[in-house]
């Protein structure tokens, strides 16, 4: 029972918690070619009016292909090195950080926008008032790179510290594009976190600002983000209903990444719908969308998930021919999260198939991944960076409420000399305000206390569930292997199996001990 529970919950988390963290939107359909702009390109000469053409061109194929976006960029950082032009060579680098991104190269994503960044910053430091707020948008741009590739690599705190920072330039600079790209990033976020409410409300805020600027494919974004909780949450209907809205409107735009995102969604709703035709039928249409356009980041999720649908399909053949494809392309891409999704399918697909031997490796690669000390610490540096940036913006309201307290406790004081005949009155009164201030103080503090107790019970009850789901896996998976290992009369291996489920049980047993005391 707690071996199937921990397949569905796996299964759940792969096909819909974190594939969504995987794309943080960033740009508006662009339905117009720019001809004017391509014919420009080809009469100028080699200046700094060129390399910023070979950038616009790179930004405008961003979403449609990436290969050609890639050659427009290369070219324009190789000619802004040649004419010794920093602004282009940030801005170069800055495009090839979304464009490795989009290819799920994080690593060089990374070093091109670190690199981006240096710049942009050294550049702001010498720049006059006039133009420092124009390289302040490139600066915010800039984070949002660096957050996607972080998020994308399994580094989900230094996703949201990114995103953080380029929110809060973006506000200050009135930014509505930005904020918008930044609160749909921050909700995707949320979803990792199962914190739905919080990601719909994200997801609200963009939307709303997509809505003013009258963008239909960001809206269909946003749309199509929201059904994504609403499969989380199992309310299918209205997901369902997001759906149909978001493919509306990136219908009337044809943005292919959109419709590739959409029906990679419907994909997902099928399959928990049981209806697995059509869960295929979406998919590989998602497929061909995404390998049209170049955006091959979001190829090992669709692998992936054709590969679950044969599974349920009990066509082994496929469904392990697809698996390993993303597994390929995971360690191609060299994502932590990624490889563990892949091991984790894998792991399903050995099990149904009473394969225990590959099925126990694969799970141990999983839960290594899963438990890893880093996702750990990133949840940690996650809650202190949103404390942190709230923190920074009351920072200002703060000031002017501890301003107001003071000037309140020098009139307290004035008014106190003036009445000092009334004093023991007043010390009266002072001690009833005092003693119910305490009593206030204690009440709530209990009630905080009891919070905080009730709070660290779910969360111990969590990881129990988690450890003890995992090890009674894990000794299933060998009680089957013991059992094959003794038809075969291999004496030997049985023996290590029985003393590796012995000290599993063992382990557990001290783990329960540790969190009952």
């Not at 741009?141 to 973006?170: F, M, P, R, V, W």
């Not at 290594?368 to 949840?379: F, Q, V």
Request: with cysteine; charged share 20%.
């Amino acid at each position: 029972m707690e071996h199937s529970k921990l397949l569905n919950q796996i299964l759940f988390y792969i096909r819909i918690c974190y594939p969504v963290l995987f794309w943080g939107f960033t740009a508006k359909s662009q339905n117009n070619i720019p001809d004017s702009l391509n014919n420009l390109l080809n009469n100028q000469k080699e200046d700094l009016m060129k390399v910023n053409s070979l950038i616009e061109l790179s930004n405008f194929f961003r979403y449609s292909n990436t290969d050609t976006a890639l050659l427009f960029a290369n070219t324009a950082l190789d000619l802004a090195y040649k004419l010794d032009y920093n602004p282009g060579i940030a801005d170069s680098k800055k495009m090839l950080s979304a464009l490795h991104a989009s290819q799920g190269k994080f690593n060089e994503g990374l070093e091109f926008g670190f690199a981006a960044l240096e710049i942009y910053n050294s550049l702001y430091s010498a720049a006059p008032e006039a133009l420092k707020k124009h390289i302040s948008v490139k600066i915010a741009d800039t984070y949002q790179n660096l957050g996607h590739n972080s998020t994308s690599q399994g580094n989900i705190a230094e996703g949201l510290k990114y995103n953080l920072l380029s929110l809060h330039l973006k506000e200050q600079l009135g930014d509505k594009k930005g904020a918008s790209d930044t609160y749909y990033n921050l909700g995707l976020l949320n979803v990792e976190q199962k914190d739905y409410a919080g990601a719909l409300k994200n997801f609200q805020s963009s939307l709303k600002i997509s809505q003013e600027l009258n963008f239909n494919s960001d809206m269909a974004l946003c749309y199509n983000a929201m059904a994504t909780v609403y499969i989380n949450l199992g309310l299918y209907s209205e997901a369902s209903k997001q759906c149909s809205t978001a493919l509306l409107l990136a219908e009337m735009d044809k943005d292919k990444f959109s419709l590739a995102e959409i029906y990679n969604n419907l994909g997902n709703l099928n399959y928990f719908q049981e209806n697995y035709s059509a869960a295929l039928k979406n998919n590989f249409h998602a497929l061909s969308l995404y390998e049209e356009t170049g955006i091959y980041q979001q190829v090992p999720f669709i692998y992936n998930n054709i590969g679950l649908v044969y599974l349920k399909e009990i066509n082994y053949y496929e469904s392990e021919r697809y698996l390993n494809m993303a597994l390929t392309l995971a360690k191609k891409m060299n994502s932590f999260e990624l490889l563990k999704i892949s091991y984790a399918n894998l792991f399903l697909m050995d099990s149904t198939r009473g394969n225990y031997k590959n099925a126990f490796l694969n799970f141990s690669l999983f839960v290594k991944y899963r438990d890893s000390l880093s996702n750990i610490e990133n949840t940690k540096k996650m809650v202190q960076q949103q404390m942190q940036y709230d923190f920074n913006k009351k920072e200002d309201s703060t000031r002017v409420v501890q301003e107001i307290k003071e000037a309140l406790a020098l009139t307290e004081i004035n008014s106190h000399k003036i009445t000092r005949n009334f004093s023991l009155v007043g010390l009266v009164g002072v001690v009833f305000f005092s003693t119910y201030s305490f009593y206030r103080y204690r009440v709530e503090k209990k009630l905080q206390i009891h919070q905080s107790l009730l709070n660290e019970r779910l969360r111990i009850s969590s990881d129990l569930h988690d450890e003890v789901g995992s090890t009674l896996s894990g000794i299933a998976m060998y009680s089957h292997l013991t059992k094959e290992q003794f038809k075969e009369g291999q004496t030997q291996e049985m023996v290590k199996s029985l003393n590796i489920m012995q000290e599993s049980s063992a382990q557990m047993v001290d783990k329960l001990n540790d969190i009952v005391w």
